[in-house]
């Protein structure tokens, strides 16, 4: 018994959720790309960054490297505050979520706000037990035993307030919100006054630098008020913009201060307002929120698409420090293996990686047309991409060069399929459009779809001669003579059709497509039947890697499906964004796969997409629910699932890797001693727990 307990106890640390690399993580853009909406740094080096989906990301080296954190949740975080230092810190968002850490973000627990209205701001303004957390409408929260119960104050307002900020002590505070809202409170928030703005624009920020008396407001259209008599009287002052203006900060007095906005906007002062010049932020993004920890020289401003951007020469210069594109990517797809792959999308935008997604490298296209599908028959040096206007390019050195083809159409083109060489493919698209050459694209001739609907995915399974397209609404078509003639197929809805794969056959094939849509037929099309797919959003791309079971969808709203018995049952799985996918592609097996969407998204899993990880719902600390029961355990040299032998098992180490795949009657047999976790492959029961011993 030594032995179990001393491999049990560091097996209860990696229960907590949030192992990075397993599941579906990010690899464009970096460090990631949801929208930033709050940053603080406590010092020079240390910093955090919340945003939506629940993001919390952490440097310790002023920016050079960020690492994301588990935050439990997936509502948007708008503000975070670590009042005394690096360790306790606190963040607030949607759906009255407040979030504290002691350990400088390893943990973080969710407190209860006894509200279910977005928080906007949180502020703690000289210990980590006195707080406060507004937001909408008029909520005004305080704690005074570090959250451990947070109480509402009357605010006199149903106004949403955007932001709250106490100088100097716990007793005097300044809030602001909509419609010019401004509060102010001398008693720790007993009574809350309201000001007069001068003003009916949303104001979004407040900052006093130094005292309760002097301090400055922003908002919409570019409005920046100050105040030099506590309020009593606030002043318009000149930005120089009419964009909205978000966040401020004012790091050692009353004079120099920053400010950031929409399109990418950062003003400063160096006199305390008298005059706001513009800075040159090097991004069109809006920029959510400003901090300047220490001085006035180094400061972080984020903002949408994971924007990232410091300075250290006070915005004479400001730097990203996330990296990749963000423009809207639409197709993926790698020819060989799982390291070389390739990219399309927005603005004829062509990525590129040798390395399994670590690097994805742009290459030049020759267009600015979005491009929405491209394709890599045989290897990774000739490929084709089509898109926008009739474009048609092919690359035959891995996309160092990209020549565009004569296509002989200006209509959009959405998907483009090669099925045995380079030389003959096909290219569908909208008004009908269905394209074929047989010399490698240096002729495209057009086909007679018998429709003049829009096309949307072409997909032919074994050969050149029988194939499928899908397209809107409800279309399926298929030939078996190489395109001579398309036949229409009754799909048994009106639905939007988006993508079609044949995993192995001609005969068993999967459609998705709008309203969650999903068709399957095992006998060539003649009949297709409904799937559940148990959401209600558009799905946009499927792809079956290897055999009819198993399979992955993505769509709208970071939606990921997993099958593994043919669409039987299709699961969900954690995609980390809500971001829509356009794409998935999943190159030799079913572990190593890629999805693409809006804002630049790549993300990867290696797992499958679904490790333990993503059942690990709980907040910290609580027990897991575990409804496997393997016996015995601990095992020396394998566990039986009691009445379930015959069932097949997929097993998971604490790193998020699945080892194996076992049959009830014989798990784990072939596993050094460690601590795994266990689940149906059906996924129809909860995750178990199970430890092999010597």
């Given at each position: 018994m030594r032995s179990f307990k001393f491999i049990l106890i560091p097996a209860v640390l990696f229960l907590l959720p949030g192992f990075t690399q397993a599941g579906w993580f990010w690899q464009n853009p970096l460090p990631q790309g949801h929208p930033l909406m709050g940053v603080f740094f406590y010092d020079g080096l240390t910093g955090y960054a919340v945003g939506e989906y629940g993001t919390i990301i952490k440097t310790s080296n002023g920016g050079a490297n960020w690492a994301s954190q588990t935050s439990g949740i997936t509502n948007t975080l708008w503000s975070v505050h670590f009042p005394l230092g690096?360790?306790?810190?606190?963040?607030?968002?949607?759906?009255?979520?407040?979030?504290?850490?002691?350990?400088?973000?390893?943990?973080?627990?969710?407190?209860?706000?006894?509200?279910?209205?977005?928080?906007?701001?949180?502020?703690?303004?000289?210990?980590?037990?006195?707080?406060?957390?507004?937001?909408?409408?008029?909520?005004?929260?305080?704690?005074?035993?570090?959250?451990?119960?947070?109480?509402?104050?009357?605010?006199?307002?149903?106004?949403?307030?955007?932001?709250?900020?106490?100088?100097?002590?716990?007793?005097?505070?300044?809030?602001?919100?909509?419609?010019?809202?401004?509060?102010?409170?001398?008693?720790?928030?007993?009574?809350?006054?309201?000001?007069?703005?001068?003003?009916?624009?949303?104001?979004?920020?407040?900052?006093?630098?130094?005292?309760?008396?002097?301090?400055?407001?922003?908002?919409?259209?570019?409005?920046?008020?100050?105040?030099?008599?506590?309020?009593?009287?606030?002043?318009?002052?000149?930005?120089?913009?009419?964009?909205?203006?978000?966040?401020?900060?004012?790091?050692?007095?009353?004079?120099?201060?920053?400010?950031?906005?929409?399109?990418?906007?950062?003003?400063?002062?160096t006199n305390g307002g008298a005059n706001w010049a513009n800075q040159?932020?090097?991004?069109?993004?809006?920029?959510?929120?400003?901090?300047?920890?220490?001085?006035?020289q180094t400061g972080y401003a984020v903002g949408v698409s994971g924007t990232i951007l410091v300075t250290t020469d006070g915005g004479t210069n400001w730097s990203n420090q996330n990296s990749g594109t963000r423009w809207d990517l639409y197709s993926v797809h790698f020819s060989l293996d799982t390291q070389t792959g390739y990219a399309a999308g927005y603005n004829g935008t062509i990525l590129k990686t040798t390395d399994g997604g670590a690097n994805w490298a742009s290459q030049n296209s020759g267009t600015t047309y979005t491009l929405r599908s491209i394709h890599f028959p045989l290897d990774v040096q000739t490929g084709y991409a089509v898109?926008?206007?009739?474009?048609?390019?092919?690359?035959?050195?891995?996309?160092?060069?990209?020549?565009?083809?004569?296509?002989g159409t200006t209509n959009d083109l959405s998907s483009v399929h090669f099925p045995l060489d380079i030389q003959t493919g096909y290219a569908v698209g909208q008004l009908g459009t269905i394209l074929v050459t047989t010399d490698g694209g240096a002729n495209w001739a057009s086909q007679i779809s018998g429709t003049t609907q829009p096309l949307s995915s072409v997909h032919f399974p074994l050969d050149a001669q029988t194939g499928y397209i899908v397209g809107g609404p409800g279309i399926i078509l298929k030939t078996t003579n190489g395109g001579t003639n398309w036949v229409s197929q009754s799909s048994g809805t009106t639905r939007f059709l988006r993508s079609v794969h044949f995993p192995v056959d001609a005969q068993t094939g999967y459609v998705v497509g709008s309203a969650s849509t999903i068709l399957k037929t095992t006998d060539g099309g003649a009949n297709w039947t409904s799937q559940s797919s148990g959401i209600t959003y558009t799905l946009r791309s499927l792809h079956f890697p290897l055999d009819a079971q198993t399979g992955y969808v993505v769509g709208d709203v970071?939606?990921?499906?997993?099958?593994?018995?043919?669409?039987?049952?299709?699961?969900?799985?954690?995609?980390?964004?809500?971001?829509?996918?356009e794409s998935v592609f999943f190159p030799v097996d079913a572990q190593t796969g890629y999805a693409v969407g809006y804002y630049g998204t790549i993300l990867k899993t290696t797992d499958g997409g679904a490790s333990f990880v993503e059942q690990t719902t709980e907040v910290r600390g609580r027990k897991l629910e575990v409804r496997i029961k393997a016996t015995p355990n601990p095992f020396t040299k394998f566990a039986t699932i009691p009445g379930q032998e015959g069932?097949?098992?997929?097993?998971?180490?604490?790193?998020?890797?699945?080892?194996?795949?076992?049959?009830?009657?014989?798990?784990?047999?072939?596993?050094?001693?460690?601590?795994?976790?266990?689940r149906a492959l059906d996924r129809e029961a909860g995750l178990g727990r199970i430890v092999k011993i010597r």
């Open positions: 690096v360790q306790a810190g606190y963040a607030v968002g949607d759906s009255g979520t407040i979030l504290v850490t002691t350990n400088g973000g390893t943990n973080w627990t969710r407190q209860s706000s006894g509200t279910t209205e977005p928080l906007y701001s949180v502020h703690f303004p000289v210990d980590a037990q006195t707080g406060y957390a507004v937001g909408g409408p008029g909520i005004i929260l305080k704690t005074t035993n570090g959250g451990a119960n947070w109480v509402s104050q009357s605010s006199g307002t149903t106004n949403l307030l955007w932001s709250v900020h106490f100088p100097f002590n716990a007793q005097t505070g300044y809030a602001v919100g909509d419609f010019g809202t401004i509060l102010k409170t001398t008693d720790g928030g007993a009574n809350w006054a309201s000001q007069i703005s001068g003003t009916t624009v949303p104001l979004y920020s407040v900052h006093f630098p130094l005292d309760a008396q002097t301090g400055f407001a922003v908002g919409v259209a570019g409005t920046i008020l100050k105040t030099t008599d506590g309020g009593a009287s606030w002043a318009s002052q000149s930005s120089g913009t009419t964009n909205p203006l978000n966040s401020l900060s004012f790091p050692l007095d009353t004079q120099t201060g920053y400010a950031v906005g929409v399109a990418g906007t950062i003003l400063v002062t040159i932020s090097g991004t069109t993004s809006e920029l959510s929120s400003v901090h300047f920890p220490q001085n006035t898109g926008q206007l009739g474009t048609i390019l092919k690359t035959a050195d891995g996309g160092a060069n990209w020549t565009s083809q004569s296509s970071g939606t990921i499906l997993n099958t593994t018995n043919g669409g039987a049952t299709w699961a969900s799985q954690r995609s980390g964004t809500t971001y829509y996918l069932k097949r098992f997929e097993m998971y180490d604490v790193t998020g890797r699945r080892v194996g795949v076992y049959k009830g009657n014989r798990v784990g047999w072939d596993l050094g001693p460690g601590v795994y976790f266990i």
